[in-house]
């Protein structure tokens, strides 16, 4: 593991069992709230001699911070803040930190509906795979999907976000119903973007990049909630479509540039860091506001760009399959962001406050009659979609009022790495994890075969453990799980 | 100051430029060099071949890059930035560098660190080279140079990926 040096006078963070899945680190010394970490009794004895225990406790120490820093079963170690991580702070005297947000600006998720079953696809993933892996631009500095873009018309994108892309006729309106935010944060402000940021934002729209960004191809293996899985419009033998990508590199600057600009900001506004990297501004100031105006910039470039994904992606199943849009029947069931920032509105100690919601590789999951829940499901609550890794499932889970009581309305989003990327090469030295995958049925197509070996599923936590914590603790209960047919990875 | 060509990245001498240590999910790189310039050389080939397979990347175009900080770290990542930046913008590969430092000192911390590569490479083509990771970001996690016993330099580099 990580060698972080601890400060002396500070003793390894000790978890107190709260509940089944919930466990507590008590506030001690600068920390303003208790910590809380949802995981089970296997996955807490490995947290013993992890660095990312003391992150959300140094998160703990910030300013403004409401209710508790929270850390959810996928929890390891990030920058500054955990990945996993959750922080709440207050608008009247809280923080706004880009470290709580993560390079990848609005990295999410996005699971389209087709009318197709698995029979309809049966023999014919290879070819699908083949024309998505040609079709869709992924893969390092991958670009080019859609003319090259005018500083304005970028300008213009980072205002729209989604609706960018439906207005040119890359969507339909329902789909941004079907989109966390509407596919837009307010507040865009695209003067406090860098002409860096510009400058890599240009040719990136509708390219999916590298890592454990994936496109696949998957089945509705198991439904556990028959009324909020018919309220999505899934059903069991079903194919779908999942993408999980973000910003590019138009976020990954955006990040870079505000991570200079709040280290000088801490200072001059006398906040104490337990760790220079959560270097942050009061949510109402001038940074903190110059901040969320570029972060929502970048959130609503990737909403842009996962619209376009979908575009590319429809038309590239028909091609591969001889289908009409129609009976193709492609459809989005509901996109959502797992690294973002935004302000909410939730009750807390009694009290309703307007909170900054820091969400660092967690998923929102708003509950039943939730005003920001799409009509369709509002009874139901918000879809939330958990990617795993490619050889085994992923799930849609729904949000609760649990959630809202107990995370602010957040849960887990993947499975999380196990492995190193140097340990999983290791691993995977003189395997050809792509033939392994087609023995287990599912087609693997990558840019590079490097990632493909970071990237095997071994290297991941068990999906199904932590989708688990969260559902038995009542904040994210199972839906339905999907099963990997055909996968684009970058 | 050395007025040397830039130096062609040499895999053959990779164990000796840099190494990966063990990260849960990014690319945490250990670069060595006989000094400042050397680490600043290798810390460039690192990020190059931690992104692409450099063998086929031929001397095609030559590019400077400039960067200063507080600290030798400070500027070592800001330099390497830039070239991230070049590669993001411009597709730009370097398979050669040659560092300069253009401040007076040969301290690693001397309030006023410069840095100046020469670079030599060519635009990332597909067709022809093996791409490897993404690097989102070189960021300050992890950031640290220091000097070792032997008068070497170390420097700990984690590349988000």
Known sequence: MIDVARPPDREPARLTRISQNVWEIAATGGMRVPGRVYADEASVDRLDSDPSLDQVRNVAHLPGIEGYSLAMPDMHFGYGFPIGGVGAFRVEDGVVSPGGVGYDINCGVRLLATDLDAADVTGKTGRLVDRLFSDVPSGVGSHGAIERLTGPALARLMVRGAAWAVERGFGEQVDLEHTEAGGALPGADPDAVSERAYARGLDQVGTLGSGNHFLEIQVVEEVFDQEAATAYGLREGQVTVMIHCGSRGFGYQVCDDYLAVMGAASARYGIELPDRQLACAPVDSPEGRRYLGAMACAANYAWANRQMIMHLTGESIQRALGLSPRSLGLRLIYDVAHNIAKIETHASGGRRLELCVHRKGATRAFGPGHPEVPSAYRAVGQPVLIPGDMGTASYVCRGTEEAMRQTFGSTCHGAGRALSRTQALKRAKGRAIDRELAAAGVVVRAQGRKTLMEEMPEAYKDIHDVVGIMDRAGVSPRVARLRPLGVVKG | ?161
Request: hydrophobic share 40%; charged share 30%.
């Open chain 2, 1 to 161: 100051m050395s007025t040397s060509e830039p130096r062609r990245f040499d895999s053959e001498s990779r164990t000796q430029a840099y190494r990966e240590l063990d990260h849960p999910a990014d690319l945490w790189l250990e670069v060595r060099g006989v000094d400042l310039p050397a680490l600043v050389e290798n810390a460039l080939f690192a990020l190059y071949d931690s992104m692409v397979s450099l063998e086929r990347v031929e001397e095609r175009r030559e590019v400077t890059l400039r960067a200063s900080g507080a600290s030798a770290a400070e500027a070592l990542r800001t330099l390497l930035a830039e070239a991230l930046f070049l590669f993001a913008t411009e597709g730009f590969v370097g398979v050669a560098a040659q560092v300069q430092r253009l401040d007076p000192s040969t301290e690693p911390d001397s309030g006023d660190v410069r840095f100046q590569a020469r670079m030599r490479g060519e635009r990332l083509d597909t067709t022809r080279h093996e791409t490897r990771a993404e690097v989102k970001a070189v960021t300050y996690h992890l950031l640290d140079v220091t000097r070792e016993a032997s008068g070497a330099f170390k420097a700990s580099v984690l590349l988000d990926v």
